[in-house]
Each structure stands twice: as C-alpha cells, then as structure tokens.
C-alpha cells in the first residue's frame, strides 16, 4: 500500500497547494490592483479564518503603506507577523478570544473615515474565530447554539443563516461598522458552491435568510428547544426592517474547484482520473455510500484515481471524538472490506490540516483498515456507532497527519485502485 498512500496524499497536497492563500492573493493584486485612495486615506488589513496569516503576510508585502493590521486565525496556525497584531480565536466553538477577536475587527472598522479602505482577506473558519453576539445575547448563548448546530446534521449554509441572525458582524455586519469607508474583500472558499453570505458566514456580504427562516430551521432540525432563551426571544422577533448595506467590492481568490482541478491534473498523468463529484455533500452515511458505488462502476483494467470535494454531515448520535473526515473514511473501510476488492486505498481530508476537534485532517482506508481496528482489540462498529472515529483510525493506524496548512477549501477525497 506504500505507492497508493503516497501516490494519495501527493494528490492532496497538490489540492493544498492550489488553494495556497498568498499565491491566490498575490496573483489577483497583480492581475487588478488597488484603486488609489484619496489625499490623506489610509489601507487597513483584517484576515479572518485560518488562512489568515498566510493571506496577512502577503498583503502587507504587496501593501507596505497599510496603516493597521489585524489578523484573527486559530491556534494552530498561529505565528507573529511584523506589522500586524495576530488574534487567536476557538474553531469551532467560540471562547473569550473570539470575543476579543471580534470587538478588536469592530474597533478597527470603527476607526475609519469616508476616504479610508478596510480591506478584509476573508477565510473559512471566521465563523467561530471572530464573533460579536448580536445585542441582548452574551458569549455563552452563542457558543451554546454553536455546539447544538455542529451536531445537528444541518448543511454548512442553513447553520451560517443561523449565525448570521445572532452576531453583530456577520451578514454584513463588518460593513455595517466600517461604514462610511470603503471596503474591499478578497476571500477563499471553503463553501461547495462558492456562496460568498456563508463563507466565514459573509462578514462583507448580505445575511442568507431572515430570524423567521433561522428560527425555522431550528425547528426543523429538532434543537430549538434547547437553544438559550435569549436566543429564542431574538429569533422570535416578528418584525425585521429591511437595511441596505454599503457598497463593497468582493472578489473571490480561491476555491474547492481550484483545488479538484489541480488533483486531476497531478493525477491525469499515470492514472485513469476521473471528477466524480464536487458536492459530496449531505450525511456521511450516504457519501460512503456514493464513493463505494463510484470504486464499483470503475474500469478494473486500469490504474483508477476518483476524486471527489464537498463537505459531508455528521449527526451525532454518540460521544465519541473524531470528524466528518474520519468518519467518512472509517465508512468507507466498513463498506469497502464488505464489497470491493483489489488493492486500493481511499483518503478524506481537510484541507486546513484539521478535521472537527481533533489533530488529524482525516483519514486513511484499504481492505485492510477494518481488521486492523479489531487486531488492535477495538470493536469498530461499536466505535462507529458512537462517533468515536478518531479512536478507530488511530488504532488502524490509519489517520491522516498534516498539521495546520494555512488554508481551507473544504475537503477533497480521493479513491486509488491499482489493476486487477
């Protein structure tokens, strides 16, 4: 399995390496770069998400006149930057340096006037990194919703509508501060789709939906009961008058598309490459199912590479710890030692380097991974059913090691299978 694991995270390092933050920003600026200001107007610099260090250090290379810099990301990804003040946020519940991180993004927007520019160098992960309750809510209300939506099974957009409903700087709220400033974003996907109103829950963009279509969705997803009370009271506000928000140029820089493409093409050379999907989306049950099916249908005559992007759900119904990424792949060990055969070997990874609350960016399966959790002496479908993936790739050996990249596009997968 040594040529296939290596050949797989060759092809995943290709996807990091496209979605490089610096590159992406430097090539845009060069391609279009900034309209001069007026006499006496001053650049501003706020990176949210976790390729906020990467994304900061560029800019004030290509921006050496900025006056003030902020760069908020999470601590795994933390370095000093000169010229920069760098804020630690939690991902992906929220804490007290969140808080921080927010009302320092708020301060800094405030400071500006009608012939300034904020420029922001937006990054997912900005949701949980950088957050400023919404008035008449506190810190633990939100960190309180947050961890009810990350359990919830919900679609990353309808858990963004929610957040954007009970915070001060998201859906727009950035511009609503730095107003009457001009603002200018440059941002990296980390959203199938592209959506700009989710990607760090759109800090320069419109809100997704209303407190009704917010409060709905909670229902729906069976947590509004649980949610704090003053989150509910918000929510149930009947009357929400219309606001247009300043003007702002967004531009995007960077995405999970980029980043299958750039798997293809490392791939195309000595394997038979195929996209097989850029929404593996929806439960991670049901991707399993849709990657072992794909492995099925492919020609057997030549060496298969399937590549596959989206960001799967996990609802959680156990206590155990792990990730969207692990699970995906300790499912696909599960079904792929039921159904497939040949030498082959499957990788799910995120591309920031971190999948859920763990320090593993995903995971690694072959016909072999599913008995190696029971060699161990682990029981992998008790393990699997209490959504302890973590443990039963680590038991396997089977998880994948990257440390923080810098990035965040989402995930990337891809499926190996050699002849025969």
Not at 18 to 45: F, M, W, Y
Not at 252 to 261: A, E, F, V
Not at 334 to 350: P, T
Not at 391 to 408: E, P, R, S
Request: with cysteine; glycine share 10%; net charge neutral.
């Amino acid at each position: 399995m040594t040529g296939l694991l290596t050949t797989a995270k060759a092809l995943f390092q290709a996807a990091v390496d496209r979605a490089d933050p610096a590159r992406a920003l430097r090539a845009q600026l060069t391609a279009s770069p900034l309209e001069p200001l007026p006499a006496g107007g001053k650049n501003v610099l706020l990176a949210v998400g976790k390729a906020a260090i990467p994304m900061m250090r560029e800019a004030l290379r290509l921006i050496p006149d900025a006056d003030q810099a902020i760069a908020i990301t999470n601590p795994e990804n933390h370095t000093e930057i000169p010229g920069a003040t760098v804020i630690c946020g939690s991902h992906p519940v929220p804490d007290e340096m969140s808080a921080k991180a927010g009302q320092a993004a708020i301060e800094l927007a405030h400071s500006l006037g009608p012939n300034d520019r904020l420029i922001a160098l937006i990054s997912g992960g900005g949701s949980a990194l950088m957050v400023a309750p919404a008035p008449g809510l506190t810190l633990a209300d939100k960190a309180a919703v947050n961890k009810l939506l990350l359990a919830s099974g919900l679609e990353i957009n309808e858990m963004n509508l929610i957040r954007q409903q009970l915070s001060d700087t998201k859906g727009g709220g950035l511009l609503r501060h730095a107003a009457p400033a001009r603002v200018q974003a440059f941002i990296l996907s980390d959203v199938i789709g592209d959506d700009l109103r989710a990607i760090a829950s759109g800090p320069t963009v419109a809100p997704i939906g209303t407190r009704a279509q917010a409060r709905e969705t909670l229902q729906r997803a069976g947590i509004w009961d649980r949610a704090p009370e003053a989150v509910k009271a918000r929510l149930s506000t009947t009357h929400e008058a219309p606001e247009a928000l300043p003007s702002v140029i967004n531009t995007l820089i960077g995405s999970n598309r980029h980043s299958l493409k750039a798997m293809m093409s490392a791939a195309a050379e000595e394997w038979n490459a195929k996209l097989v999907s850029h929404r593996l989306t929806g439960d991670v049950a049901e991707a399993a199912e849709t990657v072992v099916k794909a492995a099925e249908a492919a020609p057997r005559n030549n060496p298969v590479a399937l590549i596959f992007g989206g960001e799967t759900t996990v609802q959680l119904t156990g206590t155990g710890l792990g990730g969207r990424n692990q699970e995906l792949a300790l499912r696909v060990a599960k079904l792929g030692a039921e159904r497939l055969s040949g030498d082959w070997l499957f990788l799910s990874g995120g591309t920031d380097g971190r999948d859920g609350p763990t320090d593993a960016a995903g995971g690694i399966a072959t016909p072999a991974t599913w008995n190696a959790v029971k060699a161990a002496g682990q029981d992998p479908d008790a393990l699997l059913a209490n959504n302890d993936s973590h443990a039963a790739l680590k038991a396997a050996d089977a998880l994948l090691m990257t440390g923080g990249t810098g990035t965040n596009v989402a995930d990337v997968q891809v499926f190996l299978r050699r002849p025969g």
